[in-house]
Nanobody, 123 residues
Framework: QVQLVESGGGLVQAGGSLRLSCAAS????????MGWFRQAPGKEREFVAT????????YYADSVKGRFTISRDNDKNTVYLQMNSLKPEDTNTYYC????????????????WGQGTQVTVSS
């Protein structure tokens, strides 16, 4: 089992940057593919990015491709989401998630979730 804690959210102006972090407990972090998702009130959780166990493969939603970068440090049990050129429509609660085996883009296929961190982008 793994516990996830996100941090790094906040208020930023459009065009600005934020880096989210997700710290995982346990010694088997490198056994999990990791993902970032986001959700607005009343809407379904939306895929943002995912990274394989080794960090060798990454996938992004079209809406963030070229602006966001997912990375991980298995020695620090942490996954990151670097968000650049932020837009007001990026305003959401961002969640990290973990699943064993291969990467997936569907929230339903992830087993563990953090509590979320709020990102607000002002215009």
């Amino acid at each position: 089992q793994v516990q996830l804690v996100e941090s790094g959210g906040g208020l930023v102006q459009a065009g600005g940057s934020l880096r989210l972090s997700c710290a995982a407990s346990g010694r088997t972090f490198s056994s999990y593919a990791m993902g970032w998702f986001r959700q607005a009130p009343g809407k379904e959780r939306e895929f943002v990015a995912t990274i394989s166990k080794s960090g060798g493969s990454t996938y992004y939603a079209d809406s963030v491709k070229g602006r966001f970068t997912i990375s991980r440090d298995n020695d620090k049990n942490t996954v990151y989401l670097q968000m650049n050129s932020l837009k007001p429509e990026d305003t959401n609660t961002y969640y990290c998630a973990a699943r064993r085996l291969a990467v997936r883009t569907s929230a339903h296929e992830y087993d563990y979730w953090g509590q979320g961190t709020q990102v607000t982008v002002s215009s």
